[in-house]
C-alpha cells in the first residue's frame, strides 16, 4: 500500500485510467486506513468512463461514514451509523460490491449489508483521493486487491478559496 499525508489545507490525488486500460468488473472491493478529526468530506471519488453515470463515493458525513453509488439506475447509500469516525484514532473501512449488493465494515465492527435492485455498468475512468484536513491531521493509507501504477499524480490545495494545481514528479 501507499500512505499519503495531507496538511491542513488539504489535499486531492487523482489518476486516470487509460482508455484502452480502463477496468470493467461487476465487483468492487476498496479498503481505506484513515485518521482524522473532519466532521464531514470525501475520502475516496471514483467515477465511471465518459458517457456513463456510475460512480462510487467513500464520505464522511457527521463525523459517520458511509458509501454512495451508482451502477447505472438510481444512487443506492450505504451507511455506519453507530460510531463516529472522526476520532482521531485509526480506522480501516472495507467496501465490497457485486452489481446492487454491497457490504461496508469498519475495523470489527458488524458488516452492514445493502441489497438493492438494478442494472450495472461498472468501467470506471478514474480515482480521486480527497485529503480531509481542514481541521486536523489526515492519513490515508490506501490497501487493496490491484496494483496501480501512478504515471502522473497531482493534488490540490485549497487555501482562503484559492485553489493551486502542482503536478507531482
Known amino acids: 500500500g501507499a500512505t499519503y499525508i495531507f ?5 486531492l490525488i487523482l489518476y486516470t485510467w487509460p482508455a484502452n486500460d480502463r477496468p470493467s468488473t461487476r465487483t468492487d472491493r476498496l479498503a481505506v ?3 482524522t478529526t473532519v466532521k464531514d468530506g470525501i475520502l475516496v471519488r471514483i467515477d465511471s468512463a465518459p458517457g456513463l453515470t456510475d460512480f462510487l463515493q467513500l464520505h464522511i458525513e457527521q ?16 451507511k455506519e451509523e ?9 480506522h480501516v473501512v ?9 457490504t461496508l465494515q469498519v475495523d470489527g465492527w458488524p458488516v452492514n449489508e445493502h441489497y438493492p435492485s438494478g442494472q ?7 480515482i480521486f483521493i480527497y485529503g480531509l484536513c481542514r481541521i486536523g491531521s ?21 487555501e482562503n478559496q484559492n485553489r493551486k ?3 507531482l514528479p
Open 7 to 11: 496538511g491542513k489545507s488539504g489535499g
Open 33 to 35: 486506513g484513515f485518521s
Open 63 to 78: 463525523g459517520k461514514i458511509g458509501v454512495v453509488f451508482n451502477i447505472g439506475t438510481v444512487d443506492i447509500s450505504i
Open 82 to 90: 453507530s460510531t463516529p469516525v472522526n476520532d482521531g484514532k485509526y
Open 94 to 102: 472495507r467496501f465490497t460490491r457485486n452489481g446492487g449488493n454491497a
Open 120 to 126: 450495472s455498468n461498472s468501467e470506471y475512468k478514474g
Open 138 to 158: 489526515f492519513l490515508l493509507k490506501l490497501q487493496g486487491w490491484t496494483t496501480i501504477c501512478f504515471t502522473e499524480m497531482r493534488y490540490t490545495l485549497t
Open 165 to 167: 494545481q502542482k503536478t
